[in-house]
Nanobody
């Protein structure tokens, strides 16, 4: 079972920035897809950003141009740089790993709270 540990959440004012980190217990280059999801109170969990093994990225429309997903292969860590934060970005953010071959699995981190408020 792949272990994911998030960090970096906190309280920030609107317009501010935060960087989330997700440390992975396996080589991230061996995992098909790494992603960040978020879940706001009373809402369904939604995809924020993802990155494939070869480095292709995709973003939710609501965060395009403000958030950036990246990775450090040596540290087996995935990052989510969040700029120009809005109140509606407030949520618990989860790191996610999905693999399809040769072993299929999906793993989740414990989540980290991001609160955007003045």
């Amino acid at each position: 079972q792949v272990q994911l540990v998030e960090s970096g959440g906190g309280l920030v004012q609107p317009g501010g920035s935060l960087r989330l980190s997700c440390t992975v217990s396996e080589r991230i280059l061996s995992i098909s897809l790494m992603a960040w999801y978020r879940q706001a109170p009373g809402k369904q969990r939604e995809l924020v950003a993802d990155m494939t093994q070869v480095g292709n990225t995709d973003y939710a429309d609501s965060v395009k141009g403000r958030f950036t997903i990246s990775r450090d292969n040596f540290r087996n860590t995935i990052y989510l740089q969040m700029n120009s934060l809005k109140v509606e970005d407030t949520a618990v953010y989860y790191c996610n790993a999905q693999n399809w071959s040769p072993i299929e699995f999906t793993s989740w981190g414990q989540g980290t709270q991001v609160t955007v408020s003045s």
